[in-house]
């Protein structure tokens, strides 16, 4: 069974940073595309960053440049995905999700929702101004 389960979000103030962690279990997680997704209160999900299974990334618009997503590849048996978050602003505040697709294809720009499986519960981000 296929676990996803996000850690590190918090508070911070405008232009700090976070890393969110996102351990998969049961899943060999490197044959796959994995993303972060967010939904801020009454908006939609959306796209921040993928990261497909030959190490290509994508990051929405909104967060090029600031964020950066990743595998453990140190450690494969880790099966840790990482977000990190640089230079926060208050219009990041969010629940911020893992996920994971079920194949070993998944098409540009590599966080198109429908195509992801599993999904883990979520860590929050609040952005103090």
């Known amino acids: 069974q296929v676990q996803l389960v996000e850690s590190g979000g918090g508070s911070v103030q405008a232009g700090g940073s976070l890393r969110l962690s996102c351990a998969a279990s049961?899943?060999?997680?490197?044959?796959?595309?994995m993303g972060w997704f967010r939904q801020a209160q009454g908006k939609e999900r959306e796209g921040v960053a993928a990261?497909?299974?030959?190490?290509?990334?994508?990051?929405?618009d909104s967060v090029k440049g600031r964020f950066a997503i990743s595998k453990d590849n140190a450690d494969n048996a880790k099966n840790t995905l990482y977000l990190q978050m640089n230079s926060l602003k208050p219009e990041d505040i969010a629940m911020y999700y893992c996920?994971?697709?079920?194949?070993?294809?998944?098409?540009?720009?590599?966080?198109?929702?429908?195509?992801?499986?599993?999904w883990g519960q979520g860590t929050q981000v609040s952005v103090s101004s």
């Open positions: 049961g899943y060999t997680y490197s044959s796959y595309c």
């Open positions: 996920a994971a697709t079920s194949s070993g294809y998944c098409s540009w720009p590599l966080f198109i929702e429908y195509e992801y499986d599993y």
């Open positions: 990261i497909d299974s030959d190490g290509i990334t994508n990051y929405a």
